[in-house]
């Protein structure tokens, strides 16, 4: 069985610096692992995803995810944050077969100048 | 290519009435989903189909029904709205293959009072 834990429900930096938003999964298998971005009022766009190549993965508007699988982990990482990453973030998993992805509940990153 | 279209964006519904929420995708994908989407919670899963005339239930199935009679359409039906279905509503959809990311609708806020 699949499952995600996004241990943040919110995380505040201020403008310029480092973003850590960090995911633990479980999978029976090997999973593809996704974070997706979804701006106010807004569908849900995604940012990058893992599928066993590289396990530093880059993503769109200089997010980066390590796929650590010794943690299970795969956290999402800016080294600078700016106004306009202020949004939620959601981690997603998908085992090798399933065609169900499960999300996170989701980590509102807020963004102070 | 116009994507995953969902309609209405918004709707207000009184106790007790019915609706269907729209869903069309125009890339020829086999799978689609319905989720819902309330604060804090993720997204939780609906509905799916892995092709026309195949349904099966998500996660929170309770109060709805859908229908795949093509490939592009996917609606959903609210029978007898309740408060408790209130949320934003967003249809989703993919080849299929696990490390395939999935598209999605702007959504449907949903308001029953």
């Known amino acids: 069985a699949q499952s995600v834990t996004q241990l943040d429900s919110h995380v505040s930096v201020s403008e310029g610096t480092p973003v850590l938003l960090r995911c633990n999964y479980s999978s029976s298998y090997s999973p593809s692992l996704f974070w997706y971005v979804q701006h106010p009022n807004k569908g849900l766009q995604l940012l990058l995803k893992y599928t066993s190549a590289a396990t530093l993965v880059k993503g769109i508007n200089g997010f980066e995810a390590e796929f650590k699988k010794s943690e299970t982990s795969f956290h999402l990482t800016k080294p600078s944050a700016h106004m306009s990453d202020a949004a939620e973030y959601f981690c997603v998993v998908s085992d090798t077969g399933s065609y169900i992805p499960t999300f996170g509940r989701g980590t509102s990153l807020i963004v102070h100048p | 290519n116009a994507g995953v279209t969902q309609t209405p964006k918004f709707r207000i519904l009184k106790i007790g009435q019915s609706m269907t929420l729209q869903c069309t995708q125009d890339m020829n994908h086999n799978y689609m989903y319905w989720y819902r989407q309330d604060p804090g919670m993720g997204l939780k899963l609906i509905y799916y189909?892995?092709?026309?005339?195949?349904?099966d239930k998500g996660e929170v199935p309770n109060g709805y029904n859908v229908s795949r009679s093509t490939t592009e359409d996917f609606p959903l039906r609210l029978e007898l709205a309740a408060p408790s279905q209130t949320s934003v509503y967003f249809c989703a959809s993919t080849t299929g293959s696990t490390n395939e990311k999935l598209f999605f609708g702007s959504g449907t806020q949903l308001s029953v009072l």
């Open positions: 189909s892995v092709g026309a005339g195949i349904t």
